[in-house]
Protein backbone atom coordinates (compact mmCIF):
# COMPACT_ATOMS: atom_id res chain seq x y z
CA UNK A 1 0.00 0.00 0.00
CA UNK A 2 1.32 3.66 -1.19
CA UNK A 3 -0.29 6.36 0.59
CA UNK A 4 -0.40 10.23 -0.62
CA UNK A 5 -1.04 12.53 1.90
CA UNK A 6 -1.91 15.91 0.97
CA UNK A 7 -4.04 19.52 1.72
CA UNK A 8 -1.82 21.05 4.61
CA UNK A 9 -0.95 24.60 4.89
CA UNK A 10 -1.31 27.86 6.59
CA UNK A 11 -4.08 28.94 8.69
CA UNK A 12 -5.13 31.45 11.12
CA UNK A 13 -6.25 29.86 14.69
CA UNK A 14 -10.49 29.22 14.22
CA UNK A 15 -9.51 27.79 10.75
CA UNK A 16 -10.49 24.99 8.92
CA UNK A 17 -8.50 22.76 6.61
CA UNK A 18 -9.00 19.16 4.87
CA UNK A 19 -6.73 16.83 4.84
CA UNK A 20 -6.50 14.00 1.96
CA UNK A 21 -4.80 10.20 1.90
CA UNK A 22 -5.27 8.44 -1.51
CA UNK A 23 -4.06 5.28 -1.06
CA UNK A 24 -2.99 2.34 -3.79
CA UNK A 25 -4.23 -1.12 -3.42
CA UNK A 26 -6.43 -2.48 -1.16
CA UNK A 27 -4.72 -4.25 1.69
CA UNK A 28 -6.08 -2.32 4.61
CA UNK A 29 -7.70 -2.76 7.65
CA UNK A 30 -7.68 0.57 9.63
CA UNK A 31 -6.59 3.86 8.14
CA UNK A 32 -5.05 6.76 10.96
CA UNK A 33 -3.84 10.01 11.13
CA UNK A 34 -1.31 10.98 13.38
CA UNK A 35 0.53 14.35 13.68
CA UNK A 36 4.14 15.07 15.27
CA UNK A 37 5.07 18.32 16.06
CA UNK A 38 8.72 19.58 16.76
CA UNK A 39 10.65 17.93 19.55
CA UNK A 40 7.76 16.11 20.72
CA UNK A 41 6.92 12.18 19.82
CA UNK A 42 4.31 11.33 16.95
CA UNK A 43 0.57 11.12 18.30
CA UNK A 44 -2.38 9.64 17.13
CA UNK A 45 -5.40 11.79 16.24
CA UNK A 46 -8.19 9.82 15.05
CA UNK A 47 -8.62 6.09 12.90
CA UNK A 48 -11.48 4.33 10.76
CA UNK A 49 -12.17 1.22 10.18
CA UNK A 50 -11.84 0.79 6.87
CA UNK A 51 -14.98 -1.67 5.69
CA UNK A 52 -17.49 -0.26 8.91
CA UNK A 53 -16.27 2.87 9.24
CA UNK A 54 -16.62 2.88 12.83
CA UNK A 55 -14.21 5.95 13.56
CA UNK A 56 -11.53 7.03 16.99
CA UNK A 57 -10.16 10.36 18.05
CA UNK A 58 -7.75 11.55 20.20
CA UNK A 59 -9.89 13.55 23.27
CA UNK A 60 -7.61 16.49 22.20
CA UNK A 61 -9.24 16.56 18.76
CA UNK A 62 -13.17 15.12 19.49
CA UNK A 63 -15.59 17.61 18.32
CA UNK A 64 -12.79 19.67 16.06
CA UNK A 65 -11.75 17.03 13.85
CA UNK A 66 -13.97 14.80 11.57
CA UNK A 67 -12.06 11.28 10.00
CA UNK A 68 -14.20 10.11 6.64
CA UNK A 69 -13.30 7.32 3.66
CA UNK A 70 -14.17 7.23 0.64
CA UNK A 71 -14.10 3.55 -0.67
CA UNK A 72 -14.72 4.08 -3.84
CA UNK A 73 -11.86 6.31 -4.39
CA UNK A 74 -9.66 4.23 -1.79
CA UNK A 75 -9.00 7.51 0.20
CA UNK A 76 -9.67 8.75 3.57
CA UNK A 77 -9.86 12.36 4.65
CA UNK A 78 -9.49 14.34 8.01
CA UNK A 79 -11.70 17.93 8.02
CA UNK A 80 -10.14 19.90 10.80
CA UNK A 81 -12.19 22.79 12.20
CA UNK A 82 -11.85 24.97 14.58
CA UNK A 83 -8.11 24.85 14.41
CA UNK A 84 -5.86 25.77 17.39
CA UNK A 85 -1.86 26.83 17.19
CA UNK A 86 -1.10 23.55 19.11
CA UNK A 87 -2.77 21.61 16.31
CA UNK A 88 0.47 22.65 14.26
CA UNK A 89 2.51 19.88 13.08
CA UNK A 90 3.37 17.61 10.35
CA UNK A 91 0.74 15.06 9.57
CA UNK A 92 0.99 11.37 8.40
CA UNK A 93 -1.56 9.37 7.33
CA UNK A 94 -1.24 5.71 7.64
CA UNK A 95 -2.64 1.92 6.98
CA UNK A 96 -2.95 -0.97 9.16
CA UNK A 97 -3.39 -4.35 8.34
CA UNK A 98 -5.16 -5.17 11.51
CA UNK A 99 -7.60 -2.93 13.16
CA UNK A 100 -7.46 -4.05 16.80
CA UNK A 101 -9.01 -2.15 19.52
CA UNK A 102 -6.57 -2.04 22.13
CA UNK A 103 -4.01 -1.29 19.63
CA UNK A 104 -5.36 0.70 16.67
CA UNK A 105 -4.19 4.29 18.66
CA UNK A 106 -0.32 3.21 18.42
CA UNK A 107 2.01 4.14 15.54
CA UNK A 108 3.70 0.93 15.61
CA UNK A 109 0.16 -0.69 14.66
CA UNK A 110 0.18 0.63 11.24
CA UNK A 111 2.45 -0.88 8.73
CA UNK A 112 2.17 1.54 5.98
CA UNK A 113 2.85 5.43 6.18
CA UNK A 114 2.41 8.85 4.16
CA UNK A 115 5.19 11.16 3.30
CA UNK A 116 3.42 13.57 5.98
CA UNK A 117 1.49 17.06 5.13
CA UNK A 118 2.49 20.03 7.26
CA UNK A 119 -0.23 22.40 8.88
CA UNK A 120 0.43 25.86 10.77
CA UNK A 121 -1.50 26.99 12.58
CA UNK A 122 -1.23 31.08 13.64
CA UNK A 123 -2.90 32.67 16.77
Known amino acids: VQLQASGGGLVQAGGSLRLSCAAS??????MGWFRQAPGKEREFVAA????????YYADSVKGRFTISRDNTQNTVYLQMDNLKPEDTAVYYC???????????????????WGQGTQVTVSS
Open 94 to 112: AAGLRSILSTLRLASSYDH
Open 25 to 30: GRSKSV
Open 48 to 55: VRWNSGIT
